[in-house]
Each structure stands twice: as structure tokens, then as C-alpha cells.
């Protein structure tokens, strides 16, 4: 009778799965709308996950992406083993949310110091997850709708996408390079603003400028009275300045790092971005950090504490004991902010050597991990492709790594689209590494030239 009453078991099963496999199909149906948030539109596109593919997958040797083959300084690794294995188990633990107390303690300490003037580290200093958040923070925290944005060129390529990200506009002017008439390689010093050309950009529509000094990827430096041009337009139309100094302690030549915040009205209208990763020669562990007026910061916090809300303690603690060596060592030779650009500078002229020695015309970088060299000699070895859209360094540069296993990033990538066609005759070397990878790097370089000499 049980067995009269009603379908059986089997057929309830497959009644069952039949109406699931249609209402999926018709939920899969409704997913033809758009799922792409529109401020996602056309900045999808990364160099560095095409180029980084490339190098992965061609080079021998890699001088394309800004970090260092060589190892962090002992102090510092030593700092983070104690800090793994000491005895505070706090550690591995939460910490205070806009920063490790030793750590924003010490970076406001630092500070004073190089900017002439007391900080509070509880409200002028925040830390990040890398100076890439640091941006992203300032972007999403200033910048607004209809807002329009200044970006230098060349730019850290960051810097469009996430404007764009935060509803702004950016408005480009180009660093413009003026070769030096004695025959001499042109110097990072050399590309300069037009006064007349940057104070256009100003209008009652530009919220912010955003200043990158040492520049990545010229190496330039910004001098005194570049920055005085900036911080007098700053002031006479009100304008916030997002100053990206990661490469700070990075300088060369006897030239010196002037931050824009020291400037006559510029603290309050002015955050400052930095990071261990380049301070420290430790890229992998994302600690970075903004400085800067509380009544800018306050709105950074309101982003950092919506977005990753908090960042590593353990490699906190350890930056925070390397920032404490440095401010007793500050100013004497064994300081490692004194040792590392020595050591860098070596390692520059060492690359300028080898690339002016095989026709590559380098552009001899005031700070920074990088140099630029001009590939115009070398254009005859990469054919050129008709009517193609892609810029001339970007498919140098993959010729390159492909057919000669040393692996660079063209310049274009770093200029906007009405402007990244008039600087195609460039690509951008990463020199912050061991000598057995310059060494190597000159050696196809060479090989190179002796196989044009001979063809």
C-alpha cells in the first residue's frame, strides 16, 4: 500500500534534479548583465603581469622588474628572527590597526628630524601594506568625482588607474628632455618641466598633484627650485600634493633628496609617502607608510580601516628596530641609508659602462634603482611591424628578452596614451642587483655587439 501511495523515491529524485538543473540554467541566464564595475573600465591591462610572464618564462637575466637580487641587511633579518622567535608571542598577534606602536613612534622620530618639526605618531603617521596601498589610500581618500589630478610624466604606472579608480581625472605634463650640446650623456637632471606648460594644468577643477622625487623610471631628482615651482603653484590654487618619496635615501652624486613638505606652505597640504621595502632592500615584506597632517591622514584611516585594516606585526616590529639602528647611526658612515646608495652608485656606473660601451645611450639617473637608455642604435634589429598599435620599445623590449634572454621594461609604459608615442626609443634597466647579474647582463650586451659587427 506504501507503495500505491505516491511516486516512488527515485522518481522524486530525478523530478527533483530536473527542476535544479533547469532553475540553474535559468539563474546562468540572468548572468548576461554586466558584472564589471564600471571604474574597472580600461585599466585592466598590467605591464608587469605581461613583462614579469616574459622574463619568467625567456630571461637569463632580469633587470626589468625594481627589486633587489641581493639580500636585506643582517640587522635586519636579525631583527625579524628575534622578533619570530622571542618571547613575545604578541607578536604574531593583531596590532594597533594604523600602525605598530614602535614602529609609528620611530618613523615620527625620523621625521622631526627631516622635517624640521614635532610629530605626533599617533596622527601624522600611518602604515600601509607596501607605498602601493599608501597610494591607493590617498587616491580613494582625497580625490573625488569630477576631480582632476596632476600626474608628472614619465609616472609610476599606478598612479592613472587608481585616480581613475577614485573617479578622478588625470591631467598629464610631461618632463621634456633637453640633451646637453657638448656631446656628453644626457643626465636624468637634464628632463625638466616647462614652468609655463605645468602652471596650465592648474584650474579650479585640480585637487591634487602627485610628485614622485627620485622619479621611477628616469631617476631624476627634483631640484630646489623645481620643487619651489610646484609648492607656489600648490598654494596659489589650493592644491593637495601626494609626494611618492620611496626611493628617498636612493640619491647620488653628492645630489640631495629635498622633501616638498619642508617647503614654505606646503605640510599642510602635502602627504608623504614611503617604504621599507626600498628603504631596506626588502620588497617582499609590503611595509610602507604615509606622513603627513592629521587632517589629511584622518581620511586615509577611514580607508585603510575599510580596506585591509591592518597589516603584518611581525615585519612591523622588525622595520621598526631597523628605523631605530638607523636614527642612532643617522648621518655616520656605517648608517646603511649612507652605505646603500655607495654601494648603488657602483653598481650604476657599472651598467652606464657596459650599456654606453655596446651603442646603448644611457640616461645617467640621479637616484633610484633604475636607468634609462636610449635603443635607437639598436632599432635596425627589431623589424618594424606596420600599422600596429603597439609602441616601438614595448616590442623592442620583448624582442629582446625573447631573443636575447636580458629582460628590461619599455619607457611608454610609463607615459600616457597621448603622449607614450614620443618616447618609444627607451627602455628602463633595474640595476639594484648582484655583479654577478651586471656581469652578466654585459656579457650578452657584448656578445650582441659583436654579432652587429660582424653581420
Same mark, same amino acid.
Given at each position: ?46 605591464? +608587469? ?50 600602525? !605598530? ?9 625620523? $621625521? ?29 581618500? %582625497? ?8 600626474? =608628472?610624466?614619465?609616472?609610476? &604606472? ?59 623610471? %628616469? ?18 590654487? &589650493? ?5 611618492? #618619496?620611496?626611493? #628617498? +635615501? ?5 645630489? /640631495? ?14 602627504? =608623504? ?5 626600498? *628603504? ?21 584611516? *577611514? ?10 606585526? =611581525? ?8 628605523? /631605530?639602528? #638607523?636614527?642612532? %647611526? ?19 656606473? +657599472? ?16 637616484? *633610484?634603482? $633604475? ?8 632599432? @635596425? ?30 619607457? @611608454? ?5 597621448? !603622449? ?36
Amino acid at each position: 500500500m506504501l507503495r500505491r501511495a505516491g511516486p516512488s523515491l527515485r522518481h522524486f529524485l530525478l523530478e527533483r534534479n530536473s527542476s535544479a538543473g533547469h532553475s540553474l540554467c535559468s539563474r546562468e541566464a540572468k548572468m548576461s548583465r554586466p558584472v564589471q564595475a564600471r571604474r574597472l573600465e580600461g585599466i585592466d591591462k598590467n605591464i +608587469w603581469v605581461e613583462f614579469v610572464k616574459l622574463a619568467a618564462t625567456y630571461s637569463k637575466v632580469n633587470l626589468g622588474q625594481g627589486f633587489p637580487d641581493f639580500p636585506a641587511p643582517d640587522f635586519l633579518r636579525e631583527a625579524l628572527t628575534r622578533a619570530l622567535s622571542g618571547g613575545n608571542h604578541m607578536l604574531h598577534q593583531y596590532t594597533r590597526a594604523f600602525g !605598530h606602536p614602535p614602529l609609528v613612534k620611530v618613523l615620527a622620530q625620523f $621625521f622631526e628630524k627631516l622635517l624640521g618639526r614635532d610629530l605626533d605618531p599617533m596622527t601624522n603617521v600611518m602604515v600601509t601594506v607596501g607605498a602601493y596601498q599608501a597610494l591607493f589610500c590617498c587616491f580613494q581618500a %582625497l580625490v573625488d568625482e569630477g576631480d582632476e589630478v596632476i600626474i =608628472i610624466e614619465p609616472f609610476f &604606472d599606478c598612479y592613472e588607474p587608481m585616480v581613475k579608480m577614485a573617479g578622478g581625472t588625470p591631467v598629464f605634463v610631461p618632463l621634456r628632455p633637453n640633451p646637453p650640446k657638448d656631446g656628453k650623456l644626457m643626465s636624468s637632471a637634464d628632463w625638466q618641466l616647462d614652468p609655463a606648460e605645468l602652471a596650465s594644468k592648474f584650474s579650479e577643477r585640480t585637487k591634487a598633484i602627485v610628485l614622485n622625487s627620485p622619479n621611477n623610471p %628616469l631617476g631624476k631628482v627634483f631640484s630646489r627650485g623645481e620643487l619651489g615651482l610646484i609648492a607656489e603653484l600648490c598654494v596659489k590654487h &589650493d592644491v593637495l600634493c601626494i609626494s611618492d #618619496e620611496v626611493y #628617498e +635615501w636612493l640619491v647620488y652624486d653628492g645630489k /640631495q633628496h629635498i622633501r616638498i613638505a619642508s617647503l614654505q606652505g606646503m605640510w599642510e597640504r602635502t602627504v =608623504i609617502i614611503g617604504s621599507a621595502g626600498k *628603504t631596506f632592500s626588502a620588497t617582499g615584506w609590503k611595509v610602507g607608510w604615509v606622513v603627513g597632517p592629521d587632517r589629511l591622514l584622518q581620511h586615509l584611516r *577611514t580607508v585603510h580601516q575599510n580596506s585591509v585594516y591592518h597589516c603584518a606585526t =611581525i615585519a612591523q616590529e622588525a622595520v621598526a628596530q631597523g628605523f /631605530q639602528r #638607523e636614527l642612532m %647611526l643617522y648621518g655616520k658612515p656605517e648608517s646603511y641609508f649612507v652605505q646603500l646608495p655607495k654601494e648603488l652608485q657602483q653598481k650604476r656606473d +657599472w651598467l652606464i659602462q657596459s650599456l654606453d660601451g655596446v651603442g646603448m645611450k644611457p640616461i645617467i639617473p640621479e637616484g *633610484t634603482y $633604475f636607468l634609462v637608455a636610449d635603443i635607437s642604435p639598436f632599432k @635596425s634589429d627589431v623589424p618594424d611591424v606596420p600599422n600596429s598599435d603597439e609602441p616601438y620599445d614595448s616590442r623592442f623590449a620583448k624582442w629582446m628578452v625573447k631573443n636575447k634572454g636580458l629582460a628590461a621594461i619599455p619607457l @611608454s609604459a610609463f607615459y600616457s596614451e597621448a !603622449h607614450k608615442n614620443n618616447y618609444t626609443n627607451f627602455i628602463r634597466f633595474c640595476f639594484a642587483k648582484e655583479e654577478a647579474t651586471l656581469k652578466a647582463a654585459s656579457d650578452i650586451l657584448q656578445k650582441w655587439k659583436q654579432e652587429k659587427t660582424s653581420s
